[in-house]
């Protein structure tokens, strides 16, 4: 069981590396962000990214989970140019995320590191009891 978590980090962190191709000379790419939460579920993690990315115009692409294991949002704001992936992966005993933001036009989208910073409060707000 641990080797098979050990690959899908392996797997989710190669994927999650792969460059977004720059469309516009505006275009903000926020560097990857890994962390994790002890008291966070996978469920837990994909809701509040879902509700987080939802408020900030973009919609979700795909919705891909193996409960408690693994989750990946997908998703993207198509009028203004942004895209997000965020996966959520389930340890020992905490879950992992990686968020990869990518914005068009910063001036008008949340900037890709505002919005990792949302995502990432909100996964702080829901280990809270």
Known sequence: ?????EGIMLAVLSIAAIPIAAQDAQTTRQPIEQRSF?????????????????RQGYIQHTDQHDPGQWGLY???APLIGGSLV???????????????AHATHPSILATPEGLSQEITQALHTATLP
């Open 1 to 5: 069981m641990l080797r098979l978590r």
């Open 38 to 54: 002890s008291a966070l579920s996978v469920a837990q993690c994909l809701d509040a990214v879902q509700r987080t990315a939802s």
């Open 74 to 76: 997908i998703g993207g």
């Open 86 to 100: 965020v996966y959520c992966i389930g340890m020992e005993q905490s879950t992992a995320y990686i968020i990869q």
